[in-house]
Structure formats: C-alpha cells, structure tokens
C-alpha cells in the first residue's frame, strides 16, 4: 500500500526516525495504545497535531469507562485533570416522560472539552516513554518488506507497525477500507453556551438529550458555567433555517428541543457556531499484521449513548495487545490482526443492533424521515447480532460488552430448550455418568490471555458450531475432561474447584446443563 503527496527527491534530506509502532493520531485512543505498548518495552513514536484542538468541541465518558481508563493507564491522570465530573444523563426521549439516571461518586465519569481531554492524554502517554513528535499532516505511506515508511512534510518515519488512530481524517483509512452507511448524513451544528445566571445551571454535572421530530440534540458541561450544546442534523431530511446562517439554524434547532432549551434559557451563544461532519461509518478491514485502525479512524458511532470515547479506549486496549503479540510473536501477528478485526466489526454492528430500540420510539413518535431511515439502517447494520433487551421505555443505548458475539451466543443458549431438559434430567437422576458426545470437536481460536493473543481451544458441536470456552467463567474444556471421573455432581463440583478454579456452585450447575444441551456431553445409558 502507498499514497504519495509529495515526491521522494523533496524529502531525501530529512532525517528517517525509526521506531517499533508509529501511532499517528494524539487523541485518547491514539495515546492509550501508545503509552500501552511503551509500557510493555515497545519504542513508540506517536504523531500529534501541531495545533491543539478546539476548546468548543466537548467529549463524554461514562462512569462505565473507569475500569478500562484504568486499563490503559488513564484514570489517576483523569482523576488529577479538574474535569467536570459526569453525574448521569437527563433525557427526554421520543415525547415520553422525562428520564433521569444519576450516577454516585465512585460511579463518576467525566466531560471534558477536546483540548483539555487530549491534554490529559498526552501526559499520560509522555510519562509512559512514548515519544510525542509535533508535526503536519502525514502526506505519504507506503509499505515495504521492512516495514512501513510514513513521511510529513518536515520528517520521514520507519516503523514495524503503524497504527492509525487519527479519527475521522483516517490516515491509512481513508484509502479504500472505509464504509458510509449509504443514503444517511448527520452534521453537528455545535455551539459553546455561557450561563448569565451568576450560579450553575440545573443539572449541572449531566449529559442533557432530546429528541425531536426531524433530529436531536445534547449537550455536556466543560465547566460549572459553560455547555457545549450541539444539535444532530440531517442536511437532507431536516427542515434547516439555512437563510439564517449556522448561529440561526442552531437557534432554530433548539427551540425545536424545547425542554433543553428551557434548561439553557439563561445564557448566551459564546462564539460561532460549527458544523461538524458526524455521519456513522465503518471499514472493510480493521487490521491486518503491521496495520490496525484504532478508535474513530476505523469506525464511528453517534454520541447518544455516551459511548464514543469508552468504544476507542476499548479499540486502543486491543490494538494494544494485538500489536505486542505480533512484535513478540510474528507466526502470531495474522491470527491477532483476523481477531481485532473481528472484534472492531462486531462492536459496530452490536453498537447498531442496540441502537434500534430508541430508533423505533423516536419513528413511532415522529412518522418523520429523519428517524425511519436511521432506523432501517441500523436494523440492517446489526441484522446478526443476538437482539437486546433494553428496559421498557429507556431510550439509552446499553454498551457492547467485553465478550465477543460467539461468548454472547454461548450464553444465550442457556435459555434454550435443550439446556433447561438437560438440567430437569440430571437433577432428577440419582448419578450421572457423563462422556463426551459423539461428534464433539475442538478448534484453536485466538483469544485475550493477559498481555497476549493465543490460540485457545474451544469446543464446538452441530448444536454450537460457534463454539464455546467459557460459560458463566466456567471452562468447559475442563468441565467436559472432569465429567466422566464422577457420577456424582457434588463431587464432580469438587473436582472442579480443586485447583483453585473457584466456581461458584449456581455457575457450575448452569454450565454443566449447558454442556449436555449443547451436544458437549452426554448421558450414557448405563
């Protein structure tokens, strides 16, 4: 692959900067894999914009994100920052009553505007050994059997890796793997609100959202007084006072989001308004060896959830351990890369699957353009995905899980007939004698093992070709190698907990019916 700006002869007296990974992009997630991959030994140089980004753009992390902030390394350097807590979310969705979810102190996460928010980053980056280069925009790539070559207009890097976390800009993105959902375009009109209260306004630590019949708006704190306030838009579907300008069409956008306007009726506009590309994307490829998207560069999904930032520290957690393998191992570098990649589409699309509940309130409620083709995209985009349960009128988006779509799988079967048989005949028989079932198979997938990517073996069956390791943090391979050693299943539970594995009996019992149901064992006769 290579992409040329500018020729070689205008760059061959720039000195060449050598490192293991190149991460180009200085956001959060851009700095969480490189201070990961700094801390486990790896040279890491990471590209940053010469100009910090503007104050008026604001982000939000769910208290959900704290773990995986402490991950990464991030969450003390956050918790020191002086970012305005996240408190939860006000919400008033598709006309229904108006919502309220209040998180406790422990609970917290954060808002922050972007520059703030990188600056943190970069700190937390720069204290684990990456190196942090200032520079333009990256104007070639090119891949060779040495590894990348990547130039700016002032400097020339090597590297084994190159990841791309630099966002919508997609460095290495933009180049053919990139996808648009076709048909669909959202802009951000994005405003910066200053209260003239001389006090806080109310709700003063919450993501404020609301629905409207042709978009939505949110907004979040920066600091006690001041909001960032941003109306979702669509420039085909939504009925826009363009003759008025960006600071009229964003007037006329919250006067249609009525009850936050109430909220920010006492304030003024403080500088322009912004319009903002914001439309959702995808890519054909997430990664392969010496190449990943990390973040935003590989995918991007609306900002209603609050998951935005949570989603790329997720993908920089990986590409983290992905990269580090393949460094370390390089006969493991194509089954990491195959496993990011798998892992960066399901959470997309599980990302649209889930959004389709709030999508269909606002549809139902509006009958407008706007929501029915969202709708019936999103509907598309997550058609595989296992179908979510979200709580009777709550609009919010829950947030994919750590587990893959296969874990997912496997747990949802514990509903099934089969298992719930299984279960009403082992405890009804007196002793079981168990053996693998005829037809039961093991294949190495990878997996996240520590600070690596290995080849684990799973279980698989005609009733699960998906296969199965763990159910409820029970190892089934163990599970099935135990079973035939004892007809009785407290002593079975025993053995199991032998060496230390700790299963909770309630878990034991659940993947023990699990595997007779799913074809993994079964009753013999005698």
Known sequence: MATCCASESDRADLATETSDVLVVGGGPAGCAVAASL??????????????????WLAESIPGSARKLLERVGALDALDAAGLVPNEGNTVWWAGLPRREERFGAPERGFHADRAALEAAFHGVARDAGARLVTDGPVIETAEGPDGWRVATSTARYRARWVLDASG???????????????????????GRWTSTRGHAPPDPGCTLIESYRDGWAWSVPTSPRTRCVTAMVDPRRTHLARERGLDGMWRAELAKAARLGEHLAEGRLDGPV???????YGATSHGRPGQLLVGDAGSFIDPLSSYGVKKA???????AIVAHTGLEDETMAEPASDFYDDREREVYRTY??????????????SGHAFWEVRLAAAREAGADILEPTPAPGAPAVSEPGDRSLAE????AYLARPEVRTAWETIRSLPAVHLRPAPGLSTVHRPAVVDDRITLEAHLVSDRLPDGARYVRNV?????????????????????YN????????????????????AGFLELADD
Do not use: Y
Request: hydrophobic share 50%; aromatic share 4%; net charge positive.
């Open 38 to 55: 700094a801390r486990r030994g790896h040279d890491v140089a990471l590209i940053t914009r010469p100009a910090p980004p503007a104050k």
């Open 168 to 190: 919508r800009a997609g460095v290495l993105a933009r180049h053919g793997l990139r996808i648009r959902e076709r048909g669909i375009a959202t802009l951000a009109l994005v």
């Open 274 to 280: 912004r319009a903002c590309p914001a439309s959702l």
């Open 313 to 319: 520290l997720a993908s920089a957690w990986l590409a």
């Open 352 to 365: 649209r699957a889930l959004s389709v509940p709030f999508l269909e309130q606002a549809a139902e409620a």
């Open 408 to 411: 997912r799988r496997a747990d």
């Open 475 to 495: 190892d089934l391979r163990r599970l099935v190698d135990l079973a035939p050693t004892s007809d009785q299943v407290p002593n079975l539970f025993e053995a």
């Open 498 to 517: 032998r060496p230390g594995m700790e299963a909770p009996l309630p878990d034991f019992l659940a993947a023990l019916a699990f595997a007779v149901g």
